[in-house]
């Protein structure tokens, strides 16, 4: 009988031989903000769980969350709770199905592990854009307007009901779509910041966080050059925006 392969303890030990996505560190990025409120507010860590939805919402897929466990860097448990609770509660969970109740934590290796790639990636965009801003004769880049970093943000023509980046069409509104026209707006108006507030109006028909999340996924889809990614800030009240190199 074939021996079982012992699952190895520590991510320090593990190998991860394929590169980290952007999706992937979105994700990991409100995992670990949420993980390090909860010690910070000398609080369990369960009482900043995030729901799945909300994973979704930040980037990860299905088979991010599945690999997440499956090398115990996550863990999940299914809510229980109601508003009003004074601390949510929780049924474990195990396995790699997840029901939508379904809330994920950091383990402490998976902490270790999102802190470093974290770092690293915040260091390797810091090296990518110098080295962007700064030509090959050490003299500072000049490309008119605003430098460089304009020329990289969006542009949305709500005459044409046009969403660009530079000269590049990013996806062109042929139907009414009034809450993404209006997150759209919103970030133009603002001259594209990272993240925004919500800016849909209150609604009694639909909760807040689904809706926002329904109009930040719609943008992403059917791109006619899928360069640019809109993902929630993981709590349902916001939005930011980011560029995806190489798709």
Same mark, same amino acid.
């Given at each position: 009988m074939a021996r079982k392969k012992p699952h190895p303890a520590d991510s320090r030990d593990q190998c991860f031989p394929f590169p980290i996505d952007e999706n992937l560190l979105a994700g990991l990025a409100v995992l670990w903000r949420a993980y390090t409120y909860a010690h910070d507010a000398d609080a369990a860590v369960w009482d900043f769980a995030l729901r799945i939805d909300e994973l979704h919402e930040a980037g990860l897929s299905i088979s991010d969350l599945r690999w997440l466990v499956a090398k115990r860097l996550v863990k999940h448990r299914r809510e229980t709770s109601v508003y009003g609770d004074p601390n949510r509660s929780f049924l474990p969970g195990g396995g790699f199905y997840f029901v939508d109740t379904a809330c994920f934590v950091l383990t402490a290796n998976g902490a270790e592990f999102a802190s470093r790639v *974290?770092?690293? =990636? @915040?260091?390797?965009?810091?090296?990518?854009?110098?080295?962007?801003?700064? %030509?090959?004769?050490? +003299?500072?880049?000049?490309?008119?307007?605003?430098?460089?970093?304009?020329?990289?943000?969006?542009?949305?023509?709500?005459?044409?009901?046009?969403?660009?980046?530079?000269?590049?069409?990013?996806?062109?509104?042929?139907?009414?779509?009034?809450?993404?026209? *209006?997150?759209? =707006? @919103?970030?133009?108006?603002?001259?594209?910041?990272?993240?925004?507030?919500? %800016?849909?109006?209150? +609604?009694?028909?639909?909760?807040?966080?689904?809706?926002?999340?329904?109009?930040?996924?719609?943008?992403?889809?059917?791109?006619?050059?899928?360069?640019?990614?809109?993902?929630?800030?993981?709590n349902g009240s916001g939005v930011y925006w980011r560029l995806v190199a190489g798709r």
């Open positions: *974290l770092k690293d =990636a @915040a260091q390797t965009k810091s090296i990518e854009t110098a080295e962007t801003a700064t %030509p090959s004769n050490g +003299s500072p880049a000049t490309s008119g307007g605003n430098g460089s970093q304009a020329l990289a943000k969006p542009h949305w023509d709500s005459v044409r009901r046009e969403l660009s980046v530079s000269e590049t069409i990013i996806k062109r509104f042929r139907v009414p779509a009034p809450n993404q026209e *209006l997150i759209l =707006a @919103a970030f133009h108006e603002e001259d594209w910041p990272d993240t925004i507030d919500d %800016p849909l109006p209150v +609604s009694s028909d639909t909760d807040p966080k689904t809706r926002l999340h329904d109009a930040i996924n719609r943008p992403n889809g059917k791109q006619l050059n899928p360069i640019l990614r809109f993902h929630g800030n993981g």
